[in-house]
Nanobody, 124 residues
């Protein structure tokens, strides 16, 4: 069983930055591909970013590429999402997710464990 706890959300003005963290309670964190998703009110949960087991490969949605950066610290069982140049349309609940063994990384179905989410609100 994997428990994921997100933190770092909040209210920020457009153009500002936030750094989300996700701490994982798991024996071997490096066995899991990690991802970030977000869900705005009335919308489906959507892929934001993912990172490979050792952090060598990263993947982003087109809407955040160049503004967001995903990293991980396997020694601390933590994955991060640095969000810069935030826009009002980035407002959503952000979820951390862990994937053990899936071949994909962009779909909700690819992930086995989810955090409770953290709210990010960007004001214009």
């Amino acid at each position: 069983q994997v428990q994921l706890v997100e933190s770092g959300g909040g209210l920020v003005q457009a153009g500002g930055s936030l750094r989300l963290s996700c701490a994982a309670s798991v024996r071997t964190f490096s066995n899991y591909r990690m991802g970030w998703f977000r869900q705005a009110p009335g919308k489906e949960r959507e892929f934001v970013a993912a990172i490979s087991l050792k952090g060598l490969n990263t993947y982003y949605s087109d809407s955040v590429k160049g503004r967001f950066t995903i990293t991980r610290d396997n020694a601390k069982n933590t994955v991060f999402l640095q969000m810069n140049s935030l826009k009002p349309e980035d407002t959503a609940v952000y979820y951390c997710a862990a994937d053990y063994g899936s071949s994909g990384y962009r779909s909700v179905k690819d992930y086995d464990y989810w955090g409770q989410g953290t709210q990010v609100t960007v004001s214009s």
